[in-house]
Structure formats: C-alpha cells, structure tokens
C-alpha cells in the first residue's frame, strides 16, 4: 500500500492561515491503514486548526471528512454539493488523492496534509517499510520474491555491492542488505542458480523515467 | 578566452559547432576543426546532443582545447548529478577550457538509448547556481574549493521561427543571466530579417544572443524540420535547394549566405551547426565572406 505521513502543523498552518472556510478531506484507502489522512487524523487536524483559529482571535470555519478513496472520480463526486462553501481544501490522501480531487474541482484550492513516502508495508503499528518502487517490469522471479530496485540502497540488479556488513547496508546499519536477503532467500528455496545469471542492463523506459505512465487495459474498458 | 575578449569588445564572433566522434578515432573531428584555425572563435563542443551517445563534450573539449584551439564546452543536466557535473566543470577548466554552456538536454526518449534512465538531478538554473556556487570559491556542499574555476558562462534560448521571445523564455532568460549567463545561443534562425525586430529589445539585456545557422543537408531535411519542428525554413531555401544542380554546395551557400546576413544585422555573432558535415565549414565561411 501507499505509505505517507502527517505534514508537520506548522507547514499546514503556513499554507490555511488566511483562509475562513476550510475542509479537511481525509481517504479511507491506503493513508488511514498508516494512520496519517483516514477519518481519525481529519478530526485530529481539523480540532487542532480551529485551536489555531481561536487562539489568533479569529472566526474561521473547519470541518472534517473522509471519502472512500480521493483516488476515484465516484467517491470525489460526494463532495459535489458541498465543497463550494469552503475557500480551501486540505486533502489528506496520498499525492495521487490530491490531485484527483484538485483536478475534479479546478476552481478549488486545495493543499497537500500528508507527505507520500513510497509503496510498502505494514511491519508494526507506526512501522512501515517499502518494498516496491513500481518500476513497471517486476523481476520478482528472479530474485526470490526480493526486489533489489527496492531493498538495495543502490539498486544494483547483479548481486551486492561489497560494501555490506554483518548483513546490514553500508549506507546505513538500521537497513538489510538486499542482496544478503535475495542470496540467502535463494538459499533456502534451492534456487540460487537464478543468482548465478546476469541480467542485462534494466529497460528504465517503465519506470518512471520513461515520462508520466498510464495503463490501457482495452480488456476491461467498456 | 578570445570569446569572451571579442563579445565585450563587441566584435563579431564565429562559433562551430563539433560533434565528438561516436566512437575512438578522432582524426575527423580534430582535422575539421583544425581546417578553419583561425577563422573560428570557438568550437562548441555539444554533450552528447539529441541524446544520442558519443563521446563526451569534456573529453571531445579537451581534444580541441589541448591543440590551441578554444571550446565552449556544452555542460548538460541529462546525465549526470550534482558530484559528476561539479568534477567535470573542475577539471574542464583545470584543463584549459575557458567557456561552459549549460543546457537542459534532450529527452533520453528521442536518442539512440532509450531504456536508460535520465538523471536531472540538477536543472538548468541550478545548474547555473552550481557554477556560480563554485566560481565562489565552493562547491554545492559548501565545502572550499582549492582553487576556484572562472568561465565565461553562457546557455541557451528558444526563439519562435518568427524571431519572437515568448514572455516565459525571456522571463527565464532574466533568471538565466543572473544565474551568471553572459551569452545565449538560440536554435537555427532561418529569417535573420524576424530575428533583426528581437536584437532591440535583446541589446537592453547584459547578454549576448548568438543565433544558430544550420546547415541543411537535404530538401527532406527542410521539409523534415518544417512539419515536426518549431522553426520555419522559408519555402524560397527549400526551392533553391530543389532546384540545384549541385545541392550540397547550395545548402552550403544557403547557410553562408545566413552567417553574412545576420553579421550585417548587427548579431554579436553566429553558432554554425553542421551536425557531422563539420567538413564543409571552410566552405560556409568562404560562402559568407568571414
């Protein structure tokens, strides 16, 4: 899932605070799994807002909600009849949710509440790492069900760098080696004939470094 | 530093345009170059233009720059981070080359490699900052310099074939020449009569701006450059060439013709363009009289 965290206050402060009407919109989807846009954080934002408001002898207007996903036109249009009442609107979804909602309702201003970090996944509560940077051609096959794009702090495709210790990645102890784990995986699963092949240098044109991607799926346009 | 020397003293500059070798053998390059000694100002040297993989511009700079003759070294933000282009810029001039051009780049999309992946790291007026930032006597990180290169800076600006400045270009042109940028060279100008209406209100600016005359190769070129590209070669140069019983020399005439026109305009100079006819710039400068 999309993993984001809070913005700081002071940040969300410096972008509302010449504004009289505004909604908090948080999303249900991947940003209430990490605790950072869902319902719970909208109110939490929104109380802390009008604490602002007050304090500063002013008289503004902040509510609060949460649609099922920011990242779908359907669920946006909910805030159809209402969103016209308010100067600004703080999204709390990831970036994809944000702009979503400031491309439907063009005329609106609307300002980012979270900062998205990457696609990873849930290790503990408050504890999320990545796992995938969606290059667009997974090359999980390979590699023991590890991806190296994500886990291996230089992205090498042909086995560690050398610079590992103890298993841990010389840009920082806290991080696995990546290349340890796909090793060891392999180990395990007998497969480590797979690691013995070189790959080519990677076609980055699915990356993103191919420009902004869009998927057609002609199978399931009606 | 010829360049700079004739720009402040406002004397008419010739730059050539010299494409590195895709490859090792350097005879043809360094021969061109050498063919029009003395008429030329300086060689700019392009870095790995239309993203097309050759030799570097610094390695094809120094090439030049070691023989005498002086380069203006294409520094572009395509290929390499912040580490990779401040080293560059150090050596570059710890080896002789007096002038830098910071360009964008092109897409890696529209070259000959394009499952790479682009850098960017810096953009064109970081990249500027960047060598602004280490003429200070530092590098990005802060850190001192031992010893502290000096450039004569310049970049590029994009003219509409009618020799207009959109406000956005001329907007970022300002932001360009206090990034330090102290000349511009512009994409081919085939009107030099459109691009005369641009000089005025350009002679305000502290800057240069050196057009571009490149050399056609072809009527499929021109038309070519017509239909996909923004720039207008007059349907009068694509008859001539049509119509030539010799077309190579009338392409050749053409883009003297071009240099003598916009040298009796008042241009503070020209950047020939023969994308690998480099060859036939004797021929050019015969064409135009310089």
Redesign the interface.
Known sequence: MIKAIPKPMEEIIDNVKDFNKLLIAGCDGCVTVCEAGGLKEAKVLASALRLYFTQGGRQAQVDETSLTRQCEKEYLAQLSDRIDQYDAVVSLACGCGIQYLAEMYDKKIVFPGVDTCFLGVNEERGLYSERCQACGRCILAETGGICPIARCSKRMLNGPCGGSEGGKCEVSKETPCGWELIYERLKTLGQLHRFETPTVPKDWTTSRDGGPRKIVREDLRI | MQLQEKLTAREFVILAEMEPPKGTDTVAMIANAWAVKGKVDAYVIPEMSNAVMKMSSLGGALLLQSRGLETVLQVCCRDRNRLAIQGDLLAAQALGVPNVMAVAGE???HGDH?????VNDLELLELLGAIQTLQGGRDMAGVDLQGAPSFFVGSTLKVTPRGELWDQELAAMDEKIAGGASFFVTQPIFDPGALAKLQESLNERQAAVIPTVLLLKSVGMAKYINRFMEMKIPEDYVNRIQKAPDRVRECVQIAGELVSALKAQGCPGVNISTIGWEDKLPAILAAAGV
């Not at chain 2, 394009?114 to 682009?118: G, L, S």
């Open positions: 897409e890696i999309t394009h499952k790479a992946r682009p």
